[in-house]
Nanobody, 121 residues
Framework: QVQLVESGGGSVQAGGSLRLSCVVS????????MGWYRQAPGRQRELVAA??????TVYADSVKGRFTISGDAKNTVYLQMNSLEVEDTAVYHC????????????????WGQGTLVTVSS
């Protein structure tokens, strides 16, 4: 079974940095793309950043210039978060789309359980 394993969350003061990691657990053949979403208390889940297997990236306007997504989008993705703001406090979820395993089964979307990022003033 394909799973996403996240790490790197924690608590930091405003202006600080954190790096999130997400690794695919299980055998896969291909992934179309990976990304990070976040959900703050009382708010809907929103896209933070994503990267395709071809290397194209997209960012939410609120994080442009502060966050950088990287990785091979084949089984690993990272999110470097700099100049963190209190408003960045949320549970961050890793996401993978169109995941194909060796038997040819495709998972349209796979989600990680989330890692908490808390930014204090």
């Amino acid at each position: 079974q394909v799973q996403l394993v996240e790490s790197g969350g924690g608590s930091v003061q405003a202006g600080g940095s954190l790096r999130l990691s997400c690794v695919v657990s299980g055998s896969i053949t291909s992934i179309s793309g990976m990304g990070w979403y976040r959900q703050a208390p009382g708010r809907q889940r929103e896209l933070v950043a994503a990267i395709t297997s071809g290397g194209s990236t997209v960012y939410a306007d609120s994080v442009k210039g502060r966050f950088t997504i990287s990785g091979d989008a084949k089984n690993t993705v990272y999110l470097q978060m700099n100049s963190l703001e209190v408003e960045d406090t949320a549970v961050y979820h890793c996401n993978a789309v169109r995941v194909v395993d060796p038997s040819g089964d495709m998972y349209l979307e796979v989600w990680g359980q989330g890692t908490l990022v808390t930014v204090s003033s």
